[in-house]
């Protein structure tokens, strides 16, 4: 048998050529792959001046799997803030055709100078402000109309800023009986928009604070928030009504709840810190009256200043002695247009993870 010897120098050779090869392909996959990703960043950013965030985020996306570079990762977060500004811009602009002149200025307003079109964003922010002044000068004439055309001697003493004894005060009349008041009131927030605003809400039909079946619907009305205002907050009339009682809160030492009533319809304004000097059962208050202060709640302790209301709407009761708003109903499509905005405003700016879990809406669970 013949055999063949195979030197060191040939089997060398062999490797070096296979290594070669091998190499040569892994160099060219990267140099590939490289070309590649650079095409997909240079596609991306055309997008970007085209201001198509959401097909450039796609594409940083793809490139960034195959080349991973960091300025891939910095280029798809700035495209994805981009992106959440457009966003941004079209819901502002949607509620500025919807006449939703809050919401237009809560949208525009969170839009920043990174965004490109930020110029015309400022102006469109403007009109929305313009827009919103002229709407709260218009309800205001209207309510200061309603005041001149309705006002009594006795309501002389309403704006003035005062505080009730603490004594509680019983009920001595019945409540004033349009009977054919039968056209749902239009209702307005029972604060004044236009001085210290609530920083926070609870929405009716939460279950956390208020759980069943000790709450048969769960939190039964809304309730205002102000964490740390600058001064004691007002409360005013929130619809045209007859006053049925003012009486001491059993379930809150040291608050009173009013009760005021128009036809079939009720507004309460219970938990009160004061009720307004002079205010008594069977007076008539018209929209923006004062009514009293929000109370310091004595089981918050680390916020002196917190103040809060409870306040509910519905149909009163009809039959027997007592008052007050026996049927709770969701407010949102009985308030003015501007009042509704601006509740739902407040709730969107309510930091509350938890309680909006339980309940995402100003009216939630057997309330919605």
């Not at 996959?29 to 960043?41: D, F, H, P, R």
């Not at 026996?326 to 003015?336: M, Q």
Request: glycine letters at 8%; one cysteine or more.
């Amino acid at each position: 048998m013949t055999r063949y010897k195979i030197g060191f120098i040939p089997i060398g050779l062999a490797v070096i050529i296979v290594g070669g090869t091998f190499f040569a392909s892994g160099g060219t996959y990267i140099g590939v792959t490289y070309y590649q990703s650079n095409k997909l960043i240079e596609e991306a950013d055309n997008l970007i001046a085209e201001g198509k965030y959401t097909d450039a985020i796609v594409r940083y996306d793809k490139a960034k799997k195959k080349w991973r570079w960091a300025k891939i990762q910095t280029k798809k977060s700035d495209a994805e803030g981009l992106n959440k500004e457009e966003n941004l811009a079209k819901k502002g602009e949607a509620n500025f055709g919807q006449g939703e002149w809050q919401k237009c200025l809560e949208y525009l307003g969170q839009v920043t100078p990174k965004y490109p079109k930020y110029g015309e964003i400022q102006t469109r922010y403007s009109d929305c402000q313009k827009k919103l002044d002229e709407q709260n000068v218009a309800e205001t004439a209207v309510l200061e109309t309603q005041k001149s055309a309705n006002s009594t001697p006795d309501q002389t003493t309403t704006k003035k800023k005062t505080t009730t004894d603490t004594a509680s005060v019983t009920p001595t009349a019945s409540p004033a009986s349009p009977a054919a008041v039968e056209v749902p009131p239009t209702l307005y927030l029972p604060y004044s928009t236009s001085s210290i605003l609530p920083s926070a809400m609870t929405p009716m039909g939460e279950t956390i604070y208020h759980p069943k079946p000790q709450n048969p619907q769960g939190h039964p009305g809304v309730d205002f928030q102000w964490e740390n205002p600058s001064e004691i907050p007002t409360i005013i009339a929130s619809m045209d009504a007859t006053v049925t009682a003012i009486t001491d809160n059993s379930s809150h030492a040291g608050t009173y709840d009013i009760e005021t009533a128009s036809g079939k319809w009720g507004v309460d304004y219970c938990e009160l810190g004061s009720v307004r000097e002079g205010l008594k059962v069977g007076d008539i208050v018209k929209v923006g009256d004062l009514i009293g202060t929000p109370q310091h709640p004595v089981a918050i302790t680390d916020l002196p200043n917190f103040r809060m209301i409870h306040w509910q709407f519905g149909y009163i009761r009809d039959a027997g002695n007592e008052t007050g708003v026996a049927t709770r109903i969701c407010p949102l499509s009985y308030f003015s247009a501007n009042a509704k905005s601006t509740i739902e405003s407040l709730w969107t700016n309510t930091s509350a993870t938890e309680l909006k879990a339980n309940a995402p809406d100003i009216c939630s669970g057997d309330f919605k």
